[in-house]
T-cell receptor, first 114, second 112 residues
Framework: DAGVTQSPTHLIKTRGQQVTLRCSPKSGHDTVSWYQQALGQGPQFIFQYYEEEERQRGNFPDRFSGHQYPNYSSELNVNALLLGDSALYLC?????????????FGPGTRLTVL | SQKIEQNSEALNIQEGKTATLTCNYTNYSPAYLQWYRQDPGRGPVFLLLIRENEKEKRKERLKVTFDTTLKQSLFHITASQPADSATYLCALDDSSASKIIFGSGTRLSIRP
């Protein structure tokens, strides 16, 4: 059983460009959350997708958008990249049961903005 | 303001001793709290979850306590080993917003 997978593993972009990151959830999971983790910090919640809709959103600008497909896979899009967007982007999948979200994380995508 | 704080950025422990990590929160009323382990360049790995009505939970050498009065969780690793060296993150559910909030983590080093 494959766990959460993310692609690509590393990415280098320049300011102003756009980027798309991809995530496949753990088999059987229906919910995908995206996090941004700066060096030395904990993951910061970006948003969560469930049933192909954005269910919750953290304090991130509209430049950050996402999508969830019928097979539960998800994309994170970031437009007009800034230097400060350089971080590890983590995808986590879960199965929302009894209101408890035990999350399984992927290995992350390391984004560098030059 | 709402905060979740882990007691220190780094903790150095002699092998065999018990490591104790602290997580304090302010202005949250979590229904549960989670602890994760993160190795460099990897995603966090779930370790334990403790609910608000549970005082203590154990898993092998790990023990977590949750005091909703003190607004604090303690994470213990007994008989620590160098392989336990990693960053440990606490996370709570912000039930008002249906999302999980992470602390900044504590980097634990176990020296032989």
């Amino acid at each position: 059983d494959a766990g959460v997978t993310q692609s690509p593993t590393h990415l280098i972009k320049t300011r102003g460009q756009q980027v798309t990151l991809r995530c496949s959830p753990k088999s059987g999971h229906d919910t995908v959350s995206w996090y941004q983790q700066a060096l030395g910090q904990g993951p910061q919640f970006i948003f969560q997708y469930y049933e192909e809709e954005e269910r919750q959103r953290g304090n991130f600008p509209d430049r950050f958008s996402g999508h969830q497909y019928p097979n539960y896979s998800s994309e994170l899009n970031v437009n007009a990249l800034l230097l400060g967007d350089s971080a590890l982007y983590l995808c986590a999948s879960s199965l929302t049961v009894s209101g408890v979200n035990e999350q399984f994380f992927g290995p992350g995508t390391r984004l560098t903005v030059l | 303001s709402q905060k979740i704080e882990q007691n220190s950025e780094a903790l150095n422990i002699q092998e065999g001793k018990t490591a104790t990590l602290t997580c304090n929160y302010t202005n949250y009323s979590p229904a549960y709290l989670q602890w994760y382990r993160q190795d460099p360049g990897r995603g966090p790995v779930f370790l334990l979850l403790i609910r608000e009505n549970e005082k203590e939970k154990r898993k092998e050498r790990l023990k977590v306590t949750f005091d909703t009065t003190l607004k604090q969780s303690l994470f213990h690793i007994t008989a620590s080993q160098p392989a336990d060296s990693a960053t440990y993150l606490c996370a709570l559910d912000d039930s008002s917003a249906s999302k999980i909030i992470f602390g900044s983590g504590t980097r634990l080093s176990i020296r032989p």
